[in-house]
């Protein structure tokens, strides 16, 4: 299984970007779906999930302002970004199941 996450990009503070993470291979886009980030110079923390029964979970600091989805047909899951923080700058990673990553998508948000 490939992953490929795309939509990063740079915006001002309180803006909003959606990203998107696509599955490619055998089994893909059966298992959960999450989201991490990595900040310049910390770990990489978890953002939100979703389980193949659509049940979700955000860290305390994106719950109410970020939102995943999936979509099973076109094997690909979602991060809609809303009111954008500067301390949300980060390289954004999809994960699916255990063991699959994305390359990272870049995400810079400027005050």
């Known amino acids: 299984v490939q992953l490929q996450a795309s939509g990063g990009g740079s915006v001002q503070a309180g803006g909003s970007l959606r990203l998107s993470c696509a599955a490619s291979?055998?089994?893909?886009?059966?298992?959960?779906w999450a989201w991490f980030r990595q900040a310049p110079g910390k770990p990489r923390e978890f953002v939100a999930r979703?389980?193949?029964?659509?049940?979700?979970a955000y860290a305390n600091s994106v719950r109410g302002r970020f939102a995943i989805a999936r979509d099973d047909a076109d094997h690909t899951t979602y991060l809609q970004m809303n009111t954008l923080k500067p301390e949300d700058t980060a390289i954004y990673y999809c994960?699916?199941?255990?063991?699959?990553w994305g390359q990272g998508t870049e995400v810079t948000v400027s005050s």
């Open positions: 994960k699916l199941g255990n063991a699959f």
């Open positions: 291979g055998s089994d893909s886009g059966i298992g959960v």
């Open positions: 979703i389980s193949q029964t659509g049940v979700t």
